[in-house]
């Protein structure tokens, strides 16, 4: 869902996501219409990141 989000509505991802500068700048942005692929790549490459550590960080806690 997160990723949907920030193909979309990028400024809504970084918003929720707790960066609100980085929201406004995605919304400065998609308000231009020229700019709006790149802040949704922006988004999507912040969304992918966090949802390979949220895949990954239970595996390198575990012990062995």
């Not at 500068?21 to 692929?37: D, E, S």
Request: charge should be positive; avoid cysteine.
């Amino acid at each position: 869902m997160e990723i949907f989000v920030a193909k979309w509505l990028p400024f809504l991802y970084f918003w929720r996501s707790g960066r609100r500068g980085a929201g406004l700048a995605a919304l400065l942005m998609q308000l231009t219409l020229i700019l709006w692929p790149i802040a949704s790549f922006w988004a999507m490459a912040g969304a992918v990141r966090a949802q390979e550590t949220a895949q990954w960080y239970p595996l390198v806690r575990r012990d062995f």
